[in-house]
């Protein structure tokens, strides 16, 4: 059987279910059409999903094409859940990219193309609404072009461009009927072949130009553009016949090794995990023991064995039950407890895309409206976070308070709904504040001798501190011989160095440092590794306060296209909140500004702009790094006992408060 994966992408509200909605009706998957403002689509599961008319989760559903099977994954349009959007794109063969003729191309529109691009994922544009008033064509093509992909080709022109009676008519492969459209294929195509063929005036059939046309398409160099309405189903069935002959069909034996990767996990009522599982090579069986690989933080591979309990299988619409799933398919596996999202199911494949996922930069603290259900709120929390593995979920076990990181204020208010309607847990939140980091400014040393008066533990440790490279994050070393001191102990001073580290001068993590253990110390055979954990935070501490350390905040990359009436406004608007940008340039209607802003006032910023460029403004940011901050630094709370306060800290870890 063969089987295409394909994902549907878009900006908020380009209309990216309702074509899942269409497609599904016209496949006879369903008998009728569910509406996003209604609620009752047939992909939109979560209730706020279906509140607030977006799309939240990513979810499957499947459908035929004569003897193709399509498995469909419809994601998420924000830019809070774009984290979501990567790991759907990680497991596909091609993508439709939605554009809404009336809104046209869109901030999040040229962050999903990029990524598109980025991984070589066959693409079919699909330009929707062109039924409404204030939809364009022409100039549309001339934007994508410009600020998507230069590499296209219009399929359709749209006669009765903005009204109810909007319709699409099929461009001619053929000198003779189209000569225009004729040579701009030869254009587009970009082929040795066909050009030479055309400049010494041989016959070019269309069989020729269509052939090439659909390898480009595979391969992911030339991306057809389609029109339609998913409201009223033109231009959708030529749109599934693309998908049908114009994408790669899944590839990967039934012969060959397992290899799998987890890309969703549900639970059902009862907490049973349900994992899915993208099959790239191999077969999954029911009641076997495969293997389960998962990177750590450290990245080193963890690996071990369940036993599948029970598959399912997409079967138009709905999932049915399988004794097995083989190579190219997606499936439901129950039985594997200990699962997360990213897992490997089986060996590793080259087909498998590794994509690193950008970890949140924003901070807030959640407490429970009833105190007594903070305990029920954690273990909520942290079963959220399997299912959502950026989720971040930090537990300060000395204030007794809990604190997630996330993207943006959306994903605040889905966490806020599936804690109270899934897990009857009602919450409120901090502020939400940006994560910053700590870099040692210079070289500090400090060193704690057993015996002496003012160390009360059996053991003696020196460390020196230093900043490292850029990027280099925190990195241990030793200064002393390895057999200086028993192993167990060596590990408990390694591993209480990068805890403390989680807690710079000002509360936050420390990175691009080298810490060097320099001295070492013990009496047996009463020293035991607790000492060196009590021990370790104050020595090193102190060599930090000696270094001393600067406070960075995250940083955006931006670019902005504005109308030129708002340029001016624009450039006093980033200049107030401390961006740093290029001269502006303008191309055909629009300036575009491109430089670095702080993250903190970047929402803001995105807020605002619909209002002073009359919705004409596009605004992409992405994590940039981190900068210095000079005055005025947030300082984090700290979570400990506090070794930069020598006699609280004894007080309390000898116990005598």
């Excluded at 992909?43 to 279906?50: I, K, Q």
């Excluded at 005036?201 to 595979?218: D, L």
């Excluded at 996990?265 to 999954?284: D, H, L, P, Q």
């Excluded at 300082?635 to 005598?656: C, E, G, I, Q, S």
Aim: glycine share 6%; with cysteine; proline share 4%.
């Amino acid at each position: 059987m063969k089987i295409i994966n394909i994902g549907i992408v878009a900006h908020v509200d380009a209309g990216k279910t309702s074509l899942t909605e269409r497609i599904l009706f016209e496949t006879a998957v369903i008998d009728t059409i569910g509406k996003v403002d209604h609620g009752n689509t047939q992909t939109d599961s979560m209730e706020l999903e279906r509140r607030r008319g977006i799309t939240i989760k990513a979810s499957v559903v499947s459908f035929f094409l004569k003897d193709v099977k399509i498995n469909l994954i419809d994601t998420p349009g924000h830019a809070d859940f774009i984290a979501e959007v990567e790991r759907s794109l990680s497991v596909l063969d091609g993508a439709i990219l939605v554009i809404s003729a009336v809104e046209g191309i869109q901030a999040q529109t040229k962050i999903l193309m990029s990524i598109l691009k980025k991984l070589r994922i066959p693409t079919l544009i699909f330009i929707n609404k062109i039924d409404r008033m204030g939809a364009k064509s022409t100039r549309l093509i001339e934007n994508i072009k410009e600020k998507l992909i230069e590499n296209i080709i219009p399929l359709y022109t749209v006669e009765k461009l903005g009204t109810k009676e909007a319709e699409i008519v099929q461009k001619q492969f053929n000198a003779e009927s189209d000569p225009y459209f004729f040579e701009e294929s030869l254009l587009a195509l970009n082929d040795d072949s066909l050009l030479e063929a055309y400049v010494n005036e041989r016959k070019i059939t269309e069989e020729q130009i269509k052939a090439i046309m659909i390898n480009q398409i595979k391969e992911g160099k030339l991306c057809p553009v389609y029109f339609g309405s998913a409201m009223t189903g033109i231009g959708v069935r030529e749109l599934l016949n693309g998908v049908e002959t114009m994408l790669p069909v899944s590839h990967g034996l039934e012969k060959e090794s397992l290899s799998g990767t987890v890309f969703k996990i549900e639970r059902e009522a009862s907490g049973e995990k349900i994992a899915y599982i993208r099959v790239f090579s191999g077969t999954i069986h029911v009641r076997e023991y495969v293997k389960i690989n998962r990177k750590s933080i450290e990245k080193t591979i963890n690996t071990h064995t369940e036993k599948i309990k029970k598959i399912h299988q997409f079967y138009n619409g709905s999932s049915v039950i399988s004794p097995k799933v083989i190579a190219g398919d997606f499936c439901k596996v129950w039985g594997l407890k200990d699962i997360k999202i990213g897992d490997l199911v089986g060996e590793w494949s080259a087909k498998i895309m590794n994509i690193p996922f950008a970890a949140p930069q924003l901070e807030t603290q959640i407490k429970p409206v009833q105190k007594e259900k903070t305990h029920d709120l954690y273990q909520a929390l942290m079963e959220m976070s399997e299912e959502d593995p950026l989720i971040h979920v930090l537990k300060d076990d000395f204030h007794h308070d809990l604190f997630i990181r996330i993207f943006g204020e959306v994903q605040k208010e889905v966490i806020h709904s599936v804690l109270k309607e899934k897990y009857h847990v009602d919450v409120t939140f901090s502020e939400t504040r940006v994560i910053c980091i700590e870099k040692p400014k210079g070289i500090g040393q400090a060193l704690e001798r057993m015996g002496e008066a003012d160390n009360p533990f059996y053991g003696t440790v020196g460390f020196r501190v230093e900043p490292s490279e850029f990027g280099s994050g925190k990195t241990y070393k030793l200064g002393v011989e390895l057999g200086s001191l028993p192993l167990a102990f060596h590990k408990a001073i390694e591993e209480t160095v990068f805890d403390v580290l989680k807690q710079g001068l000002f509360g936050w993590e420390v990175e691009d440092i080298v810490v060097t253990l320099t001295h070492t110390g013990y009496a047996s055979p009463v020293t035991t590794a607790s000492d060196f954990r009590k021990l370790v935070p104050l020595v090193l501490m102190e060599a930090l306060v000696k270094a001393g350390t600067d406070v960075y905040e995250p940083m955006n990359k931006f670019e902005l296209s504005v109308p030129a009436n708002s340029i001016s406004q624009a450039m006093f608007k980033l200049s107030a909140i401390q961006a740093e940008f290029t001269e502006p340039f303008f191309r055909r209607d629009s300036y575009i500004l491109k430089g670095t802003l702080p993250m903190a006032v970047t929402e803001k910023f995105k807020r605002n702009l619909y209002s002073f460029t009359e919705g004409e403004g596009i605004f992409i940011a992405k994590p940039y790094g981190y900068k210095k901050m000079v005055s005025d630094f947030p300082v984090r709370k700290r979570v400990d006992f506090n070794p930069l306060n020598r006699k609280d800290y004894l007080l309390h870890v000898m116990k005598t408060y």
